[in-house]
């Protein structure tokens, strides 16, 4: 179909730019041969990542190897009423030219770094540049982008009008490649960087938010051995639905289910005089079509209750939520027998708004009844400058897990 073709140099190069694996032809010894490889383009230059040993790079040290480079990217099937008509939305490119192996230094360093950035933007910068052995045993090939054509293909199916009234189901099913939440290494004690983590609004975006007694920071798998060392109590879980945590093991796995949860933004508390971990606490159910979010999980080291901190943190927090995001309405949700937690929201300036009854499984299997606080958007001034003034009088709220 060359109705589909297109010689934009600006879709060809969005096409390369976007996929991450490209398949590469040539001949060796008479034959066809297909490797999918790592590409990376800088300016009219595709770079292709290879071994040293292998037959295409091998072949390209002596004047150039002759190849064919073929990407595509899939956004959709095409679901038509014949069988005939089936088909997929897609973009394509096609590069046609002679390879050349890279052996100038400086053009080898470029390549890497922009085939390492392909993979993560930023990750040049943030991880070992290769060894003088590892460097030897990878070469890059370069395929000037002079003879490149694209395809794409969108829209729904393209039915013979006889077909229109057939009885199945037609259209196009959607097709995404998206990043999912890292997975760490083990053993890993380094937080993950931020530009690694998945896109979200500013709703649902993991940030830092820094007093002067507690900094909260994004919650991370690393942190789950320093947060099991500070919530090793008994007393710390009593009123919340995930038992207490026997090992790091344990600890890690509900550190896991945070970041799991894409309604959910956690947090680490760490004093800011020392810089310890004291403790967690989150923002969740995050709406930002209704502009209402809710604050709780929050797990307090016993050292630090009834100190300013917990006042501190949550002070910070309901600034993000009134003052940055433009909340109208914040949450707080917790065991009708937490009577020390339901205080502590309430010396918050939040107004109790009643009781969900049977809301929560706790540990032992039992129902929770869930008391139900809420701060308006008109209220919270009030509620800062008199949250703001007791804290420098050095005043100080109770710190017991409001939810969960």
Not at 7 to 27: G, T
Not at 136 to 162: F, H, W
Not at 226 to 239: G, M, S
Not at 369 to 382: G, N
Request: aromatic share 6%.
């Amino acid at each position: 179909m060359p109705e589909r073709a297109s010689y934009d140099v600006a879709l060809a190069h969005a096409v390369l730019d976007e996929a991450y694996v490209c398949h590469l032809s040539f001949v060796a010894s008479g034959e066809p041969r297909v490797l999918p490889t790592l590409h990376a383009r800088v300016g009219d230059t595709l770079y292709l990542h290879g071994s040293t040993g292998s037959r295409p790079l091998l072949a390209a040290r002596d004047g150039g190897l002759p190849v064919c480079v073929a990407v595509t990217i899939i956004d959709g099937l095409v679901l038509a009423r014949s069988q005939f008509h089936h088909s997929a939305n897609y973009r394509s490119v096609i590069v046609h030219g002679t390879a050349r192996l890279v052996t100038d230094e400086a053009e080898r360093a470029n390549a890497f770094a922009a085939l390492v950035d392909k993979v993560a933007p930023g990750r040049n910068a943030d991880s070992r540049p290769p060894s003088r052995r590892e460097s030897a045993q990878t070469a890059v090939l370069a395929l000037p982008l002079v003879e490149v054509s694209a395809k794409v293909r969108t829209g729904g199916p393209k039915d013979d009008p006889e077909d229109a009234g057939l009885p199945h189901w037609a259209g196009v099913v959607p097709l995404e490649l998206t990043r999912s939440l890292p997975v760490p290494a083990e053993a890993l004690g380094v937080p993950m960087p931020d530009y690694l983590r998945p896109e979200r609004d500013a709703w649902h975006h993991p940030i830092t938010l820094r007093g002067d007694h507690v900094a909260l920071e994004p919650l991370d798998h690393a942190h789950a051995p320093e947060l099991f060392a500070v919530l090793d109590d008994a007393e710390v879980w009593t009123h919340l639905t995930s038992p207490r945590p026997a090992s790091v093991a344990d600890m890690a796995a509900i550190v896991a289910t945070a970041l799991a949860d894409a309604d959910r933004v956690p947090f680490v508390q760490r004093e800011v005089a020392t810089g310890r971990m004291i403790g967690s606490t989150s923002f969740y159910t995050p709406n930002a079509t209704q502009q209402t979010i809710a604050i709780g999980y929050t797990m307090l080291g016993r050292p630090w209750w009834r100190t300013g901190v917990n006042t501190e943190s949550k002070l910070l927090m309901l600034r993000h939520a009134f003052d940055t995001l433009g909340a109208l309405r914040v949450e707080w949700h917790t065991d009708v027998r937490n009577e020390r937690s339901q205080n502590a929201i309430a010396r918050l300036g939040a107004q109790r708004e009643g009781i969900m009854r049977s809301h929560r499984r706790r540990p032992d299997g039992s129902r929770r009844d869930t008391v139900l606080y809420s701060m308006l958007a008109d209220e919270w001034p009030v509620a800062r400058d008199r949250l703001a003034a007791a804290l420098d009088a050095g005043g100080v709220t109770c710190s017991v897990s409001p939810t969960l």
